[in-house]
T-cell receptor, first 116, second 112 residues
Framework: NAGVMQNPRHLVRRRGQEARLRCSPMKGHSHVYWYRQLPEEGLKFMVYLQKENIIDESGMPKERFSAEFPKEGPSILRIQQVVRGDSAAYFC??????????????FGAGSRLTVL | QQQVKQSPQSLIVQKGGISIINCAYENTAFDYFPWYQQFPGKGPALLIAIRPDVSEKKEGRFTISFNKSAKQFSLHIMDSQPGDSATYFCAASKAAGNKLTFGGGTRVLVKP
């Protein structure tokens, strides 16, 4: 079991470019969560998805940010027209689809975005 | 509105000592309280978790104490070791399958 896989681990973009971060959940997990961690801060919830469905996007900025979890392939967090304030570590987590363990989140190693 | 408040922000403890981290929450609908450990450059890893039907849970050198009436919970690291040096996050969530709300984190340094 390879765990939650995120790529790229490090991404550098110039202001105005697009950033795409990918997350493959653990085998058997059908829920995916994205969190953002600014330097020296805690993790802030962004979005919660199941396959082909956004369950909760209350933490997503209203503009430039979008997320998807297609039927096939990884979940993708997309940031359009990046600005320096988007520089952060973006963590993906997954959980299984059963009542007893659904909120036991397993995190990936994160994708660190630097905007120049 | 910060729903989970964590203190202290940083902590220095001697090897063999006890590290204590406290968290307070506001939402009485929270029913799952995990602690995560994060090393530099890594993702958070689940350390130990508790549900409100018990007041204490112990796993090895790590203990969670939970006070439902005060809406507080804490992590105790007994016999702290240099390898415990990391950032610790408390979190809370309501209902299975819902998102975790994290505290601001505590950076623990265990001096040899």
């Amino acid at each position: 079991n390879a765990g939650v896989m995120q790529n790229p681990r490090h991404l550098v973009r110039r202001r105005g470019q697009e950033a795409r971060l990918r997350c493959s959940p653990m085998k058997g997990h059908s829920h995916v969560y994205w969190y953002r961690q600014l330097p020296e801060e805690g993790l802030k919830f962004m979005v919660y998805l199941q396959k082909e469905n956004i369950i909760d996007e209350s933490g997503m900025p209203k503009e430039r940010f979008s997320a998807e979890f297609p039927k096939e392939g990884p979940s993708i967090l997309r940031i359009q027209q990046v600005v320096r304030g988007d520089s952060a570590a973006y963590f993906c987590a997954s959980s299984p689809f059963n009542h007893a363990s659904a909120n036991v989140l397993t995190f990936g190693a994160g994708s660190r975005l630097t905007v120049l | 509105q910060q729903q989970v408040k964590q203190s202290p922000q940083s902590l220095i403890v001697q090897k063999g000592g006890i590290s204590i981290i406290n968290c307070a929450y506001e939402n009485t609908a929270f029913d799952y309280f995990p602690w995560y450990q994060q090393f530099p450059g890594k993702g958070p890893a689940l350390l130990i978790a508790i549900r409100p039907d018990v007041s204490e849970k112990k796993e090895g050198r790590f203990t969670i104490s939970f006070n439902k009436s005060a809406k507080q919970f804490s992590l105790h690291i007994m016999d702290s070791q240099p390898g415990d040096s990391a950032t610790y996050f408390c979190a809370a969530s309501k209902a299975a399958g819902n998102k975790l709300t994290f505290g601001g984190g505590t950076r623990v340094l265990v001096k040899p």
